[in-house]
């Protein structure tokens, strides 16, 4: 009688489900995510191989002179006959990048969380953040040599200038996006200010603050390097001025495609880190429920 019963909901569950027109959709596999990464990607890969097409065409029929604009293969032969030194040079920036970028989360979110819980202290900050952020960091990297030298404190002190903004911006975005009666329910049910935050307003801010990342992943990459225009001996940065200076472009090139690879790899990390940590926002946006026809 039990299983009868059971059968009958069962039933008149999937009848009301296909009534309403939605389908529910199991969580997909391994292989169905790949796939749907293949699916995601191929546009940009293909774009990027239409352009290296297009690079090599015009090299090839000399459209432009050679110490313009380097052909493909000069570009790729000068980071294989000196793969130590590009090697060297591409660490030091990676490390300039991640330890700021690490930074930056850090002071970012603590002081969005601040700034959330107090609004004086937001309308006091808010107005000095966007003034900072509008400063060339380029007009004000001098600066930071002269006061802490010319070491790795210059570089990643601009580093966390240019991927601080984001991070706070939408952190602060997240925090206040949560839905108040969420919050008016947990106030009912006797929650305290930290189980509130930490159950209910944090957890809803980390969509928004994964969006910030993956901007401030890349200008991470863009202020260590602009940190090594202004005074450094090693980096991407380095790297490129010497060679501008001697009018080597195919090196140039070379700097200027580990230093994109850089910021790609970055940005493609921090995805990663969102698919894994918040999978129901990931299944939301992309293996959601689907209206049948």
């Given at each position: 009688?039990?299983?009868?019963?059971?059968?009958?909901?069962?039933?008149?569950?999937?009848?009301?489900?296909?009534?309403?027109?939605?389908?529910?959709?199991?969580?997909?596999?391994?292989?169905?995510?790949?796939?749907?990464?293949?699916?995601r990607?191929?546009?940009?890969?293909?774009?990027?191989?239409?352009?290296?097409?297009?690079?090599w065409?015009?090299?090839?029929?000399?459209?432009?002179?050679?110490?313009?604009?380097?052909?493909?293969?000069d570009?790729?032969?000068?980071?294989?006959?000196?793969?130590?030194?590009?090697?060297?040079?591409?660490?030091?920036?990676?490390?300039?990048?991640?330890l700021?970028?690490?930074?930056a989360?850090?002071?970012?979110?603590?002081?969005?969380?601040?700034?959330?819980q107090?609004?004086?202290?937001?309308?006091?900050?808010?107005?000095l953040?966007?003034?900072?952020?509008?400063i060339?960091?380029?007009?004000i990297?001098?600066?930071f040599?002269?006061?802490?030298?010319?070491?790795l404190?210059?570089?990643?002190?601009?580093?966390?200038?240019?991927?601080?903004?984001p991070?706070?911006?939408?952190?602060?975005?997240?925090?206040?996006?949560?839905?108040?009666?969420?919050l008016?329910?947990?106030?009912?049910?006797?929650?305290?200010?930290?189980?509130?935050?930490?159950?209910?307003?944090?957890?809803?801010?980390?969509?928004?603050?994964?969006?910030?990342?993956?901007?401030?992943?890349?200008?991470?990459?863009?202020?260590?390097?602009?940190g090594?225009?202004?005074g450094?001996?090693?980096?991407?940065?380095?790297?490129?001025l010497?060679?501008?200076?001697?009018?080597?472009?195919?090196?140039?090139f070379?700097?200027?495609?580990?230093m994109?690879?850089?910021?790609?790899?970055l940005?493609?990390?921090?995805?990663?880190?969102?698919?894994?940590l918040?999978?129901?926002?990931?299944?939301?946006?992309d293996?959601?429920?689907?209206?049948?026809?």
């Open positions: 009688m039990v299983t009868h019963t059971q059968s009958a909901r069962a039933g008149q569950q999937e009848r009301d489900g296909e009534s309403s027109g939605i389908a529910e959709r199991s969580r997909p596999g391994t292989l169905q995510r790949l796939g749907g990464f293949l699916e990607s191929w546009r940009p890969f293909a774009l990027l191989a239409a352009l290296f097409v297009a690079w065409a015009v090299t090839a029929a000399e459209l432009v002179e050679p110490y313009l604009v380097p052909s493909p293969a570009t790729f032969d000068a980071i294989a006959q000196r793969p130590e030194y590009f090697w060297e040079h591409t660490w030091t920036t990676s490390y300039e990048t991640l700021g970028f690490a930074i989360i850090a002071i970012g979110v603590i002081s969005a969380v601040l700034m959330v107090s609004s004086t202290l937001e309308k006091t900050l808010y107005p953040l966007l003034f900072a952020q509008v060339p960091k380029i007009a990297a001098p600066l040599v002269v006061w802490l030298g010319f070491g404190g210059p570089k990643i002190l601009v580093a966390v200038l240019m991927a601080f903004f991070v706070v911006i939408s952190m602060v975005t997240g925090l206040k996006s949560v839905d108040p009666e969420m008016q329910l947990s106030s009912t049910m006797g929650a305290k200010p930290g189980q509130t935050f930490w159950k209910i307003r944090f957890p809803a801010s980390l969509p928004h603050l994964f969006s910030g990342l993956k901007v401030a992943a890349t200008m991470a990459v863009t202020g260590a390097v602009v090594e225009f202004v450094a001996d090693a980096g991407l940065g380095f790297v490129i010497q060679a501008n200076g001697n009018l080597d472009t195919p090196v140039l070379a700097g200027l495609l580990i994109s690879l850089l910021g790609v790899l940005f493609v990390l921090v995805e990663w880190l969102e698919q894994l918040l999978p129901w926002h990931a299944s939301r946006r293996e959601g429920a689907t209206t049948t026809m």
